[in-house]
């Protein structure tokens, strides 16, 4: 088993009545659905209000949701931070900025406090129930948020922070620059019993020049004149042959060795191609390379490039890599796939999560927009087998850092039925609240009561939540008619 970091406390946690109680559906911020879709299926992610990063005034609670295609609000499923009892979640610092389903488990990235000062930086994982079944984390090794990966044997590869002071006068010519702050990722993987079984250094294996120097005040949460983020480690993935797929913000994309650690390629934001023979990938501030086999059993990649100051529009570009006959790998891009919006996104984050059959998701991360605007578009979902691209939107400060569509499960929604003027859903949990929902998309909540059954002093429109693991599963609107 892995180091569990007091998991009965925690648990008890999870269970108390405090954190029920915080647990609110107006509490989270709603997603608009741009136009129609038909597509029943359901798309996990994490939403965070950027302005905490800012030091502003927290308007929703972060949070990590389960919607739906066809119906994003309210939310299939949702989930505070499971650690916080606080009774207004609004203000909680805890962000959690990554969930996937991997190996038929649910696993999010969070912070859960140790009974002193600092907290531990943890990835949790949840079985189908959404009960929380195990937690990651190293005493003494922080880790950090952006990716990680649960192979099928229960390894858990992941970046680790560390920090040093370096004199940067050799690469920058500048005197002030003699001591900085230097913050960089390790590539790590534990196995089951929290053993490490590989450890990858790209300050060491690559060079301090690898960096491309511009990037050094590119916007990012730890960036500064103070503290230089020299790799910013964004994407870890298995490529199909067990080797590992990387992606420094700062530095490139690339290939290296599950065995050695050797780069097996590599492309940087100054070069762009691996060797003569390839082809250019015109990456700027880039995230979430990933490798997919299509229908017909071909292996391509895709890397979305968020655009910096210099390249400002935000693309993804899916290529292949393979090698000649002196095993020199050749790069070839296929294809560029541009947004609908034309946004330029240089803040960072989003990611592209494309499947066998063409369908993609197109999350935009941050971007830089019109401050004026209510909503700002949050991602696309294109379905092949309609050719329809959807949009979805957000309030303007809320962003995801990935969304993912659940190709595997998702959790099960309560469903209302009216008997005879009292509202009653079919669930047998015994948590539930109800809501009433109003203007425009519903997006206004107002709790209304609790209990097995409700009977609403109004008509409209209401839904109820019941306890679904570490969070709340939500019914889809129900239109209440006294008649």
Known sequence: MRLFLKIIFFLLILDSVDVALGQELNKICPISLKKGTGDSSSFLLTIADYNYFRGLTVKYAPSIEVIDADQPWPPRWFGLHPCDTASDLT???????????????????????????????????????????DTF??????????????????????????????????????????????????????????????????????GFHAVYLPYRHAPGVMSGNSTFEWSHGNSLQYDYDGNILYSFKHIGIGKISRTDGHVMWHIDRIKQKANSQSDVIPIYLQHDLQVVKDAQGNIFYT????????????????????????????????????????ISNTGGGGNFDIEADGNYIFNYGLYKQDTT????????????????????????????????????????????????????????????????????????????????????????????????????????PFKFDKK
């Open 137 to 206: 984390y190293r005493s003494n090794r922080e880790i950090d948020s952006h990716d990680f990966k649960l192979s099928a044997n229960d390894d858990m590869m992941y970046f680790a922070g560390h920090d040093t002071i370096m004199d940067l006068r050799r690469i920058s010519n500048d005197a002030a620059d003699s001591v900085v702050k230097l913050i960089y990722e390790t590539i790590e993987i534990s196995d089951a019993k929290g053993k490490s079984t590989f450890s990858w250094n790209p300050l060491v294996q690559m």
């Open 303 to 342: 890397i979305l490039s968020n655009g910096d100051d210099q390249h400002q529009q935000c693309e993804v570009y899916q290529f292949t890599v393979n090698y000649d006959k002196k095993g020199t790998p050749v790069i070839k891009l296929i294809k560029k796939i541009a947004p609908i919006e034309k």
């Open 91 to 133: 203000t909680s610092d805890r962000i959690m900025l990554n969930a996937s389903i991997q190996n038929d488990k649910l696993l999010f990235f969070t912070v859960i406090p140790n009974g002193g000062r600092a907290n531990n930086l943890a990835i949790l994982i949840c079985n189908k129930n959404m009960e929380v079944v």
């Open 373 to 476: 605007l209510k909503e700002r578009i949050l991602m696309e979902y294109k379905n092949e087998k309609n050719n329809t691209r959807t949009e979805y939107a957000i309030a303007p400060s809320i962003f995801s850092y990935r969304i993912h569509k659940m190709t595997e499960w998702s959790p099960s929604r309560p469903v209302i039925s009216n008997k005879n003027g009292a509202l009653i859903s079919d669930s047998k949990a015994p948590a539930q609240k109800w809501y009433r929902l109003s203007g425009t998309d519903l997006h206004t909540v107002n709790y209304a009561g609790k209990g097995d059954t409700f009977t609403p002093k109004e008509e409209g429109y209401y839904c109820v939540s019941v306890k679904s693991g570490f969070g709340w599963a939500v019914s889809r």
